[in-house]
C-alpha cells in the first residue's frame, strides 16, 4: 500500500499480510485507515493489529470487533482531542464491550472475547502507540529492529505462561501508551507472536529493510516465519514514512485561511449574502456588526478581522481558528457559530446573535451584587468552560469582556482568538509558543513565566472574575503582570475580600483565594469543586491550618500596626511630657 502525497503532508508506505498458518481458523485481524484531507493532519493515520487468545471459541470476534472498533471510533472523536485521549477512550469503551459480552455468555477469562491489541497512530511528526498483550511493534534500527512494547505475558514455569493483560480480560484495562519522534524514513512493524516467536528482529529486518515493496517482504516474512515452523497464525504490518508535514505550515489547519481577509463593508449595506444593520463594536482587534441573512431573515453578528492586522500572518491564523472551534462546540453557554447564506469568498465570521450585554456592563450596572446572583452567573460561566476543556481546549482569554449575559440571564462565552487546542497544537507544535494571548489583569501567573495555559490557568480567570464581581477590585491589582518571575509570584499576596467588603463571608474568601492562588498546583482540582465552596463552608478551609493576619490581608495588618506603633509613641510622648 502506497500513499503520496505533497511535501508539507504526512505521506507513508505500507504493507500487510496475515495467514491462519497451520491453524484452522485465523484468529488474528489487523487493519488500517489513511485518510486524506482534513482528517489525515487532525487524527493521522492509524494500524491496529489484535490476537485473540487460541483457547477462546470466540477469539475471532474479539480481535475483530477490537480493531474495527478502533479504526471506525477514533477517526468519530474530537478533532481537538489529542491522540492520547481520543485513542485511550475508545480502547476503553471496546474493553469494556469485550468484557460485558462474555459476562453474558458466560465466557469469563480464557474462554472469552479476550485479545491482544497494539496499534499506532502517526500523526504530524509523531508516532504513538498504544499496546496491551503479547503483539509487538518495532522500530527499525540498523540492521535489527528495536522493541518498542513491552510483551505482558506472565511466566509461571518455563513451559507454562498466561497473558497479564489484555483487552477483554477485565472491567478495565491498562493500557501502554508511549509517542516518539518521527523521521523521513522511519519504519514501525507490527507483529503477532505467530511470526515474533519464530523469527529474530535481525531476519525481519532483512526483509524490511531491503528495496522492495513492502507488501512483498510482508508476505516474505510470514513464509519465512510458517517454515521455521510457526504453528500459530501470522500476521505483519510494516509501515514506512516517506514524508513529514512541514512544522512551519500554520495554513493547513483552517481551510478558512486560505480566503483573502474580508474588507471592512459600509454600514449599513449588504456583504455576501447578509444585510448589515448597525455596529456593534469596533476594537483594534476586530469589527463585529448585527446582520440578517438575507435569505431566512436570521439574525448573526458577523466579525471582520482588524485593517491594521491584515499582514499578521498569526493573527489571520487564530482568528480563522475561531471558527474552527465554534463548530465544535455544543453548549449553551458558549456562543455557536453561524452560517454563510451564500458561501465565503473572503474571510469573516459569522456567530449568532447574543441580544444582551457583556458582563463588564453587568458588572457596571450592579456594583454590589448579592451572593447567590454572583453563584449563578459563575456557574453558567464554569459549564461554558467545561465545555471547552471537555474537548481538550483552554480559553486562556477569559474576562468580563468575553462573556455576554443575555435578556433571558443566559450566560454565553464569546471570542476564540486566544483559545489553545490540544489536538491542534499537537499536529503542528511549532504553533505552540506559549504566548501570552489573554487580558494581563485575567492572565494567569504561570503564563507569565512562559508555561503553557491549562484548565487550572482558566480557573484563576474565573477566580478573579468572582472577586471582582463581589469587590470591585482585582485580587492581587495590577501585581500579576509585573510578577515576571518566580521569586516575584512568591512575593504576591493575596487581598482579603472579606476586608474589602463585609458582603464576603470567610469561608467564600477562602475559596476564592485558593482559585486565584499564584501556584497552580494549590488551586482546585476541578471547577466544580471551587463552585462547591462557594455554596457551602468547606470544612477544611473553616477548621484547618491558622492563617496569618499578614498573610490574609496585608493591608489591614500594616494599618494596625502603625495604628500600634502611633499608639506607643503617643504613650511615651505623654511619660515624657510628664516627666521634666
Same mark, same amino acid.
Given at each position: 500500500m502506497l500513499m503520496q502525497t505533497s511535501r508539507s503532508h504526512l505521506s507513508i508506505e505500507s504493507g500487510q499480510q496475515t495467514l491462519a498458518g497451520r491453524k484452522s481458523e485465523n484468529q488474528d485481524f489487523h487493519g488500517a485507515v489513511i485518510p486524506e484531507g482534513p482528517a489525515l493532519l487532525h487524527k493521522g493515520i492509524a494500524f491496529a493489529l489484535a490476537d485473540g487468545i487460541s483457547s477462546s471459541p470466540v477469539a475471532r470476534v474479539a480481535a475483530e470487533t477490537a480493531v474495527k472498533s478502533f479504526l471506525?471510533?477514533?477517526?468519530?472523536?474530537?478533532?481537538?482531542w489529542l491522540?492520547?485521549?481520543? *485513542?485511550?477512550?475508545?480502547? =476503553?469503551?471496546?474493553?469494556?464491550? %469485550?468484557?460485558? &459480552?462474555?459476562? /453474558?455468555?458466560? @465466557?469469563?477469562? !480464557?474462554?472469552?472475547?479476550?485479545?491482544?491489541?497494539?496499534?499506532?497512530v502517526l500523526k504530524g511528526r509523531k508516532a504513538h502507540l498504544f499496546h496491551a498483550g503479547d503483539s509487538r511493534i518495532w522500530r527499525l534500527s540498523g540492521q535489527s529492529l528495536e522493541q518498542l512494547t513491552e510483551d505482558h505475558r506472565v511466566q509461571v514455569s518455563p513451559d507454562e505462561?498466561?497473558?497479564?493483560?489484555?483487552?477483554?480480560?477485565?472491567?478495565?484495562?491498562?493500557?501502554?501508551?508511549?509517542?516518539?519522534?518521527?523521521?523521513?524514513g522511519?519504519?514501525?512493524?507490527?507483529?503477532?507472536?505467530?511470526?515474533?516467536?519464530?523469527?529474530?528482529?535481525?531476519?525481519?529486518?532483512?526483509?524490511?529493510?531491503?528495496?522492495?515493496?513492502?507488501?512483498?517482504?510482508?508476505?516474505?516474512?510470514? *513464509?519465512?516465519?510458517?517454515? =521455521?515452523?510457526?504453528?500459530?497464525? %501470522?500476521?505483519? &504490518?510494516?509501515? /514506512?514514512?516517506? @514524508?513529514?508535514? !512541514?512544522?512551519?505550515?500554520?495554513?493547513?489547519?483552517?481551510?478558512?485561511?486560505?480566503?483573502?481577509?474580508a474588507p471592512l463593508p459600509r454600514v449599513p449595506g449588504s456583504f455576501e449574502g447578509f444585510r448589515l444593520l448597525r455596529s456593534l463594536h469596533d476594537s483594534s482587534r476586530s469589527h463585529i456588526c448585527l446582520a440578517e441573512d438575507e435569505t431566512s431573515g436570521a439574525r448573526v453578528a458577523l466579525k471582520f478581522p482588524s485593517l491594521d492586522l491584515r499582514g499578521d500572518e498569526d493573527y489571520l491564523r487564530r482568528f480563522a481558528m475561531e471558527e474552527w472551534v465554534a463548530r465544535r462546540m455544543a453548549s449553551p453557554h458558549v456562543l455557536k457559530a453561524g452560517e454563510y447564506p451564500q458561501g465565503r469568498q473572503t474571510l469573516f465570521l459569522a456567530t449568532e446573535f447574543v441580544e444582551g450585554q457583556t458582563l463588564r456592563q453587568w458588572m457596571r450596572?450592579?456594583?454590589?451584587?448579592d451572593l447567590e446572583t454572583v453563584r449563578g452567573l459563575l456557574e453558567q460561566i464554569a459549564k461554558g468552560l467545561r465545555a471547552f476543556h471537555r474537548k481538550e481546549m483552554v480559553h486562556q482569554d477569559l474576562r468580563p469582556e468575553n462573556i455576554m449575559?443575555?435578556?433571558?440571564?443566559?450566560?454565553?462565552?464569546?471570542?476564540?482568538?486566544?483559545?489553545?487546542?490540544?489536538?491542534?497544537?499537537?499536529?503542528?507544535?511549532?504553533?505552540?509558543?506559549?504566548?501570552?494571548?489573554?487580558?494581563?489583569?485575567?492572565?494567569?501567573?504561570?503564563?507569565?513565566?512562559?508555561?503553557?495555559?491549562?484548565?487550572?490557568?482558566?480557573?484563576?480567570?474565573?477566580?478573579?472574575?468572582?472577586?471582582?464581581?463581589l469587590t470591585g477590585r482585582l485580587p492581587y491589582g495590577a501585581g500579576v503582570a509585573r510578577a515576571g518571575s518566580a521569586k516575584a509570584q512568591a512575593a504576591l499576596r493575596y487581598r482579603s475580600a472579606?476586608?474589602?467588603?463585609?458582603?464576603?463571608?470567610?469561608?467564600?474568601?477562602?475559596?476564592?483565594?485558593?482559585?486565584?492562588?499564584?501556584?497552580?498546583?494549590?488551586?482546585?482540582?476541578?471547577?466544580?469543586a471551587f463552585l462547591e465552596d462557594l455554596r457551602r463552608p468547606d470544612p477544611a478551609n473553616t477548621h484547618g491550618t491558622f492563617v496569618p493576619l499578614a498573610e490574609r490581608d496585608p493591608v489591614r495588618f500594616w494599618q494596625l500596626v502603625s495604628a500600634v506603633l502611633a499608639l506607643l509613641c503617643l504613650a511615651l510622648f505623654v511619660q515624657l511630657s510628664g516627666n521634666p
Open positions: 471506525a471510533d477514533y477517526y468519530c472523536t474530537s478533532e481537538a491522540v492520547k485521549t481520543a *485513542a485511550g477512550r475508545v480502547i =476503553a469503551a471496546t474493553n469494556s464491550w %469485550l468484557f460485558d &459480552q462474555s459476562r /453474558r455468555g458466560g @465466557g469469563i477469562g !480464557d474462554r472469552g472475547y479476550v485479545c491482544t491489541f497494539s496499534a499506532l505462561s498466561y497473558l497479564g493483560r489484555a483487552l477483554g480480560l477485565s472491567r478495565s484495562v491498562e493500557i501502554d501508551y508511549l509517542a516518539v519522534d518521527l523521521r523521513p522511519d519504519v514501525f512493524v507490527l507483529t503477532t507472536d505467530g511470526v515474533h516467536d519464530v523469527l529474530t528482529p535481525q531476519q525481519i529486518a532483512t526483509e524490511v529493510s531491503g528495496p522492495g515493496c513492502l507488501e512483498a517482504a510482508a508476505s516474505a516474512i510470514v *513464509a519465512q516465519a510458517l517454515e =521455521a515452523g510457526s504453528t500459530d497464525n %501470522l500476521t505483519i &504490518q510494516i509501515v /514506512r514514512v516517506t @514524508g513529514l508535514p !512541514d512544522p512551519a505550515a500554520p495554513e493547513l489547519l483552517a481551510e478558512e485561511q486560505g480566503l483573502p481577509p450596572d450592579n456594583p454590589h451584587p449575559i443575555d435578556t433571558s440571564g443566559t450566560v454565553k462565552i464569546i471570542d476564540f482568538g486566544a483559545v489553545r487546542i490540544a489536538g491542534v497544537m499537537e499536529a503542528a507544535p511549532a504553533l505552540d509558543r506559549a504566548e501570552i494571548l489573554g487580558t494581563h489583569q485575567y492572565t494567569a501567573p504561570e503564563v507569565f513565566l512562559g508555561y503553557l495555559g491549562t484548565e487550572l490557568s482558566d480557573q484563576f480567570s474565573l477566580g478573579v472574575i468572582a472577586y471582582e464581581m472579606s476586608a474589602v467588603t463585609a458582603r464576603v463571608p470567610d469561608w467564600v474568601d477562602s475559596a476564592l483565594c485558593r482559585a486565584v492562588h499564584p501556584v497552580p498546583g494549590k488551586r482546585y482540582e476541578a471547577l466544580s
